[in-house]
Each structure stands twice: as C-alpha cells, then as structure tokens.
C-alpha cells in the first residue's frame, strides 16, 4: 500500500514537471522563463527590422513584412503578460470583452509615459477620440460590438504631448489566436514646422492573445523618418515606453471586464 502512494506521488510530481505553461504555443521557452520572472520584455528592433518578441500567432509573418516594407529608422518591441479580473479570456464572452476594450479609444486621454528628452512623466496623449471619417472628423463614441469581426477599420485623432495632432488609421483583425491592431498616421507629422514623419511613416502594431486567465500583450512601433533622429539609443527608450504606457492602459481595461458568474 505504502509503495502505491508513493508510485501515485511520482506520478504527480512527473505530470507537474512536464506540464506545459499556455503561453509556450506563442513564446519559445528562454523568453517564456524570462516574461514569467520579468513580468516584461523590451527589445529595440533590429536593423534588419526583424522582430524579435514578436508571438508566434498566425499574423506574425505578415507583421513582419510590413515592418520590412516601410524600413524603419528606430523601432522597439514590447511583450507582457497581464492577468484578467478571473474569467476565462479565451472563451467567446471574453474575447469579445478584449475586442471592445481595444475600441475604447477616449479612454486613452490622459495617460502618462515617462519622457526621456524631458526627463519626467507626461500626459502621453492630451485628447483622444474614435471620429466619424476622414471628411466629418467630430468624435464619435467608442464603439461596442455583440460579435466581433473578422476585420473592421476605423479612424481616430489624437493629441499626442511629442507628434501633435494626428488623425489615424486603425485596421483590426480578429484571428482565432489573436487580435491584432495596426495603427498608421495619416498625418504629416511636423517638428517645428519641420515635417519628419510622412504619412503611415509612423506604425503601431498590437497583438492580444488570450490564454485562458490571462493576456499576452505584444507591442510593436516604428517609425522612418529623412529627418535626423539625435541620440538613436533615446529615440527606442521613447517608444518602449510609449508602449509600455499603451500596455498598461490595456491592462487597466483588463481588469474592468466583468468576471464570468
């Protein structure tokens, strides 16, 4: 009898030692480790504009062939893991509860980034607003769905505390691994009436995974520009903590979704 109960133990401990963490299907297991301990990763994207933290969701290919596309001149990378409010996010309800967090665009207004050049923590984007289109660019609400998409596009304007006043592209693709999120400026982005950024010049792309009670959130800007950037090492830190800004206003809209009863 004594010999089964410890046979049964080392079954357990045999089971615990080979069970495999959930989010293993989308980040290789060095990164995992690390992500775990970490809470989050940052890399500045390579030169030869491959990232490198990107999941690996069916859409990864095609991100990193826009990225190629475009040939950036700085970019960096983001990826964290974020604990939901205890409901199963990978369920239909929960999808759709990702999805419409991602559309609460108003929502962004106010959130803070902390500013290299200026040394302190700022309001990252001063007015933020869904609009209705490129010829009627009042804000309109937030948009909220009963079923997501396979695709869907809409434009928005903000605010921003170092790129102005901008209106941008959004085109949303709901995978069933992920959603993802690209964002374009269709603005020309001035620097003391110095234009630096031509139009979809400056790109943003999200990828949320759902897995189980918990979201992978991956971050990706970049940005090319003629015009000279300064201090390259300065320029990945900003955008690194533009999207960790962006990932923990994410975050926040995570934890407002309404635990499964």
């Known amino acids: 009898m004594r010999l089964g109960l410890v046979a049964i133990q080392m079954l357990f401990l045999v089971a615990s030692a080979f069970a495999q963490d959930s989010l293993a ?7 995992l480790d690390r992500l775990r301990a970490e809470g989050t990763l940052r890399a500045a994207l390579p030169d030869d504009g491959k990232p490198v933290l990107v999941p690996a969701v069916s859409s990864a290919a095609s991100i990193s062939g826009d990225v190629h596309s475009l040939g950036p001149t700085v970019g960096a990378e983001l990826l964290r893991i974020i604990a939901g409010p205890g409901t199963a996010l990978d369920s239909p309800a929960g999808r759709l509860a990702l999805y419409n967090a991602l559309h609460a665009v108003s929502t962004m207004k106010g959130i803070t980034y902390w500013s290299v050049t200026r040394g302190k923590e700022m309001v990252l984007f001063l007015q933020s607003s869904v609009i209705g289109s490129l010829s009627r660019p009042d804000p309109v609400p937030d948009p909220l769905f009963d079923d997501i998409p396979a695709e869907h596009d809409l434009f928005t304007f903000q605010e921003d505390s170092s790129f102005g ?7 949303f693709s709901a995978r069933p691994d992920a959603i993802v999120v690209k964002t374009e400026n269709l603005s020309t982005i001035s620097f003391l009436f110095v234009p630096i950024i031509q139009p979809r010049g400056l790109v943003s792309q999200v990828v949320v995974v759902p897995s189980g009670k918990e979201v992978l959130f991956y971050g990706l800007a970049y940005l090319k520009s003629g015009f000279p950037i300064g201090d390259k090492a300065s320029r990945i830190m900003s955008l690194e903590n533009r999207l960790a800004a962006l990932a923990s206003w994410f975050a926040k809209r995570v934890t407002m979704i309404s635990p499964s009863p």
């Open 25 to 31: 299907a989308f980040v290789d297991g060095t990164a």
């Open 165 to 171: 006043k901008n209106t941008y592209a959004e085109h």
